[in-house]
C-alpha cells in the first residue's frame, strides 16, 4: 500500500530567514516527488493545516528554528521527540507542538518527521534569505526529494561548518 506523504513548509516569507520553509515548499512544488506525495506552503501555519497531517500517513514539516547554532545549522528530527525553540512558537498563527497536538485529537497518526534550519537574519525583508540559510535551504530540498523518493533518511551536516549535527531520535 503506497504511503501518502506531504511535506508542508511553513514561515512568513515578509521577515528574511523565517520565509524558508516557504521557500523550500515552493520549490519542492514543482519538482516530481511521486503520485502519493503532495506539497503545502503553510505559509504562518494554522489550525487549517491540521488536515494534512489526518489525511497522510507521513508528513514532512519544513521551518525555521532559532537554538543559537550557526546559521543554515540543519536539525531533522520526529516531531515526538520534542519541538525545541521553533521560530513558529512566536510569529505563526499556532505553533508546530499545537498543531502536533490538534492533530493527535483529531485522530491523526501521521509519521511527523520535522526539518528545521537555523535563522541567521529575521528582519522585515520580503522573500530574501541570508547566504547560509539559502544553502541550507538547498541542501533540505535535496534531502527532501531522497527521502521522500527513495526512502533514505539523510545524515545531516551542519551548512555553516561542515560538522555533523545530531539527530535526537
Known amino acids: 500500500m503506497p504511503v501518502r506523504t506531504c511535506i508542508i513548509g ?5 521577515m528574511g530567514d523565517d520565509g524558508v520553509g516557504v521557500r523550500v515548499a515552493e520549490e519542492l512544488a514543482s519538482r516530481d516527488l511521486g503520485a502519493d506525495a503532495s506539497v503545502v506552503v503553510g505559509h504562518l501555519g494554522g489550525m ?3 488536515s494534512h497531517l489526518i489525511e497522510n500517513d507521513r508528513v514532512f514539516i519544513v521551518d525555521a528554528i532559532d537554538t543559537g547554532e550557526s546559521p543554515g ?8 521527540d520534542g519541538i525545541p525553540m521553533f521560530r ?17 485529537l483529531s485522530g491523526s497518526t501521521a509519521e511527523v518527521i520535522v526539518y528545521a534550519i537555523q535563522v541567521g537574519q529575521v528582519s522585515p525583508i520580503a ?12 541542501d533540505v530540498i535535496e534531502m527532501l526529494v531522497a527521502e521522500v523518493t527513495e526512502g533514505a533518511a539523510p545524515a545531516i551536516v551542519d551548512a555553516a561548518e561542515s560538522s555533523p549535527v545530531e539527530d535526537p531520535r
Open 73 to 80: 545549522s540543519v536539525f531533522r528530527f520526529l516531531a515526538e
Open 127 to 138: 522573500d530574501e534569505l541570508s547566504r547560509e540559510v539559502a544553502a541550507a535551504a538547498s
Open 10 to 14: 511553513i514561515g512568513n516569507s515578509l
Open 88 to 104: 513558529s512558537e512566536t510569529s505563526h498563527g499556532i505553533s508546530i507542538p499545537n498543531l502536533l497536538l490538534g492533530a493527535r
Open 48 to 50: 487549517q493545516l491540521v
